[in-house]
């Protein structure tokens, strides 16, 4: 069993608000909130959202098996749909999940990486733990590659292993 993580990009509060409803609804209790961080590595998602973009990172208590993280990221992608604003999005929701040794985003975009699961998405394996620290890939997001948010999945990480270590 696997951590549920969700790396969430947006530029509307409400949005954001709604949009965790819908997670807690969809998903169960989040066991942790990240800060906000400026999202300032690539201005891909500004047509779209605007250009002041935060990422923050949600946690479920809820552990899942690693092969529904297709089916979760179809869900993920409908919850968007349903808040965005004239069909653009104001909140970009990246399903994923953490283990002891990885983190794996969900992508329904091809690249030669990418792991083909079902209902088109993609495995990407984003960051891999080594000595007590995430590494990045040569083809690993330029936020994951610089390592913003390593103290932040370190902590998912710690309550990821509590979790474990209770079910065992």
Do not use: C
């Not at 954001?16 to 201005?43: C, R």
């Not at 990246?94 to 209902?119: F, R, T």
């Not at 495995?123 to 103290?151: C, I, Q, V």
């Amino acid at each position: 069993m696997t951590k549920l993580i969700s790396g969430v990009l947006y530029t509307d509060k409400n949005l954001l608000q709604q949009a965790k409803t819908l997670m807690i609804q969809n998903y169960g209790e989040i066991d942790f909130e990240s800060d906000a961080f400026i999202f300032d590595v690539s201005d891909y998602y500004h047509q779209e959202m605007g250009s002041q973009i935060y990422r923050i990172f949600w946690s479920f208590e809820k552990l899942i098996n690693p092969k529904d993280i297709a089916q979760i990221k179809i869900e993920y992608n409908e919850i968007e749909d349903s808040l965005a604003i004239n069909g653009n999005r104001k909140v970009n929701l990246d399903a994923g999940y953490l283990d002891y040794d990885k983190i794996v985003l969900a992508s329904a975009k091809y690249n030669w990486q990418k792991i083909y699961l079902d209902y088109g998405i993609y495995a990407d394996l984003t960051l891999r733990y080594e000595k007590g620290n995430y590494l990045p890939f040569p083809w690993s997001f330029p936020d994951f590659k610089e390592g913003h948010y390593n103290l932040t999945l370190l902590k998912i990480r710690d309550i990821y292993k509590l979790q474990r270590k209770n079910i065992n």
